[in-house]
């Protein structure tokens, strides 16, 4: 914009030009009707000011000075006074203010002329409107978006309405506003925002034995909201080979992992079997007191979208465990069901994640770290077998013991409340001390459930993973009940033959670690055109002492001792399609 003509467009007068960059506009005087209007109360329009003012009020609510058209302060205060003594106020018509001049139809520099100088619509449009039989101003706005911007009509309104009135030849108080919604005021980006800024944008969870953890030299890094221990350095070493000696300590002696942030959900009442029979893929009525269960969970899309560990604590009473970035949602998603589908079940849900911290004590010293912390629990294997839950007292503390594992060894995840969570750190670390415990991060995790093969949500599935996809086909076909995504497993794209399976890969050209994401090349073929899947998991190996690898391939399970080409950024390596159970597949290890 370089200049500003201002003139009588309806009378056809140039008028003068000012050189300008920038236009501020008003709409006029505009009383704040908002509150009125939100209250049930009528408006009525007003001649000398050209505005709408309050009429009739709904409930006990009068409106005064400038709210009620009465710009002049002392007129104002007067009009307050007069209204508080029951009298009729009077108002004040502010200098320049006067009836507007409307446009006609047949004037050209009229059609051009802006009434919403944010949305760009002009006189023309809101002609167009009309002859269009949009005559309601509801309508009006939504044909042209007319007050729609950000200043929500404030400087458009009345103008694109006394234009529309001239059309259709009725008067403004006939053609009325559009509806005034809350907030009356308009809130700015930063209100909404409020603190919420830099570190406080999404605030960051702290373990309860975190200041614990850093004395012992973890590392720590973000995962789902919260800081954990990546890894723990011991002297100078570098993270590699800090991964590497917590991996050994796991499977040679002892390990502790601190295991608080994944998801625990108390699931209580009559109906809490049936409701988690229809929530999982897995079976649920026929678990046991006592005992736990692995279980994976579904969108109504039937792709897999959450996994863990439930235990039945007692015959309506279920602990269900879910991944860490997923615990709230997966709370919101069972009171969702039970709220909106299957209101005649009689289930409550309670998100207990922060209220127990949880400690995991894994590899084959983990009972005897137990029992030299001072339990009441019987720990031998007979009475505490895998997939077993106990409660006792654990170093003087009421627990919750669940005997499971991800690291693929003898495994006890101890649950203790929060406030405790500290001195069952120390309690553990003085108690394995002469066992070599070793504390160990989220990564040497990551590299022993991938020596097991143990599934990764997140990371070995994708939005297109179907349960049969990793493995869950046979549970399917076993199980006679519906569940939440079951429909959908069976459309035609679920029963593909070709469909991307979770399989295993072996390095077979004595390099390194295939990079994650590196593509599977179609068969026959050494140049990148096309894929059969993706490296979806990848670790160098310090308990077999070679790479390992997970991927999601074109008909995986049934090319078990394929050899395979992969691509990543031009170069290519060999390996072969394995059984990802690389480590211990019998699971011996486990029932130690």
């Not at 709210?67 to 029951?86: D, K, L």
């Not at 235990?311 to 997966?330: D, M, P």
């Amino acid at each position: 914009m370089k200049s500003l003509s201002i003139g009588d467009l309806a009378g056809g007068s140039a008028g003068e030009t000012l050189p300008c960059d920038t236009i501020l506009t008003s709409g006029g005087w505009n009383p704040a009707v908002h509150l009125h209007s939100q209250s049930g109360g009528s408006l009525a329009f007003d001649e000398a000011l050209q505005a709408f003012l309050p009429s009739q009020s709904v409930q006990d609510a009068p409106c005064v000075g400038a709210a009620a058209g009465v710009f002049g302060m002392e007129t104002a205060i007067s009009g307050a006074r007069a209204v508080a003594r029951g009298d009729e106020p009077t108002r004040s018509v502010p200098v320049g203010v006067g009836p507007t001049r409307h446009f006609a139809d047949g004037d050209v520099a009229a059609q051009t002329a802006w009434l919403d100088f944010q949305n760009d619509v002009t006189v023309a449009d809101v002609q167009l409107a009309s002859r269009e039989s949009f005559r309601s101003v509801e309508h009006l706005k939504r044909y042209t978006t007319l007050g729609m911007a950000s200043d929500q009509g404030k400087t458009s309104n009345v103008a694109g309405i006394g234009v529309l009135s001239h059309l259709l030849g009725k008067p403004p108080q006939a053609i009325g506003t559009t509806k005034f919604r809350p907030p009356y005021d308009p809130v700015t980006i930063g209100g909404f925002a409020g603190r919420a800024v830099g570190q406080d944008l999404m605030p960051i969870a702290l373990l309860a034995a975190h200041d614990e953890q850093k004395a012992a030299g973890a590392e720590m890094e973000q995962y789902g909201g919260w800081m954990r221990a990546a890894w723990y350095r011991k002297g100078d070493e570098a993270e590699e080979a800090a991964v590497r000696r917590e991996v050994l300590a796991v499977r040679n002696s002892v390990g502790l992992f601190d295991a608080s942030p994944l998801g625990k959900i108390e699931v209580k009442g009559p109906d809490a079997a049936e409701f988690l029979q229809r929530m999982y893929v897995n079976g649920v009525r026929n678990l046991k007191v006592g005992r736990c269960r692995y279980g994976l969970m579904l969108n109504e899309h039937g792709v897999v979208y959450d996994d863990g560990v439930f235990a039945r604590i007692g015959e309506n009473h279920f602990l269900v465990g879910t991944t860490s970035g997923h615990a709230a949602a997966i709370a919101d998603t069972f009171n969702e069901w039970l709220q909106c589908e299957w209101t005649d079940l009689k289930v409550l849900v309670e998100n207990v994640t922060t209220g127990w911290a949880v400690m995991n004590v894994a590899g084959p010293k983990a009972r005897e770290v137990l029992a030299e912390a001072g339990t009441d629990i019987d720990l031998s294997p007979a009475a505490f077998p895998h997939m077993t839950y106990r409660e006792g007292r654990i170093g003087g503390v009421e627990a919750r013991i669940e005997r499971v594992s991800f690291s693929g060894e003898l495994s006890y995840e101890v649950a203790v409340p929060w406030s405790y969570g500290a001195a069952l750190w120390d309690c553990f670390m003085r108690a394995g001390r002469k066992f070599g415990i070793a504390p160990f991060g989220i990564e040497a995790l990551m590299v022993m459930r991938v020596e097991k093969g143990f599934l990764h949500i997140g990371s070995d599935t994708d939005g297109t993973t179907y349960p049969q996809d990793v493995g869950f086909g046979p549970a399917i076909a076993k199980k006679p009940d519906d569940f939440v995504g079951r429909r959908s497993t069976t459309r035609p794209d679920g029963l593909r033959s070709d469909r991307r399976q979770l399989v295993g890969l072996e390095v077979i050209d004595g390099g390194g670690m295939i990079p994650i994401g590196a593509h599977l090349l179609p068969r026959g073929s050494t140049e990148p055109r096309g894929t059969e899947g993706w490296v979806t998991s990848s670790v160098m190996s310090p308990t077999l002492q070679k790479p390992l690898a997970m991927a999601l391939v074109a008909a995986g399970s049934a090319r078990m001792g394929e050899d395979v080409r992969t691509w990543h950024l031009g170069q290519t390596r060999r390996a072969r399609i394995v059984d990802p159970r690389a480590y211990d597949p019998e699971g011996a290890r486990l029932d130690a």
